[in-house]
């Protein structure tokens, strides 16, 4: 589905995802052509994504697939904190500097 229902009202125990950026760099963004197609695409490996993040890996076919739109909120909290650890460094580096 190109949409997910996300209203805050259908959830609970909601949790921000613990360090994100350490999850993130566990993952291979790659290139491949698949098999069947010859198509040449990129993506990730859902073998990849099962130990950092089962529950964006459907395992209820004969291959394994990824629920993609799900990796968005992963990757919002790796920039996020990514961010933080810019603004630290900058005002680390500025501090230096006077």
Do not use: M, W
């Not at 609970?12 to 790659?30: C, F, H, T, W, Y």
């Not at 698949?34 to 990129?42: I, L, Q, Y």
């Amino acid at each position: 589905a190109l949409t997910d229902s996300s209203d805050e009202r259908l959830k609970e125990n909601i949790k921000l995802i613990p360090d994100a950026v350490s999850k993130v760099q566990s993952l291979r963004g790659v290139t491949y052509t698949r098999k069947d197609t010859g198509e040449k695409s990129t993506g990730l490996i859902a073998q990849d994504v099962a130990p950092v993040l089962p529950e964006l890996v459907d395992d209820s076919g004969e291959f394994l697939a990824l629920r993609y739109a799900r990796t968005v909120g992963l990757l919002v909290e790796a920039i996020k904190e990514q961010s933080a650890q810019i603004q630290a460094l900058t005002k680390r580096v500025e501090e230096l500097e006077d």
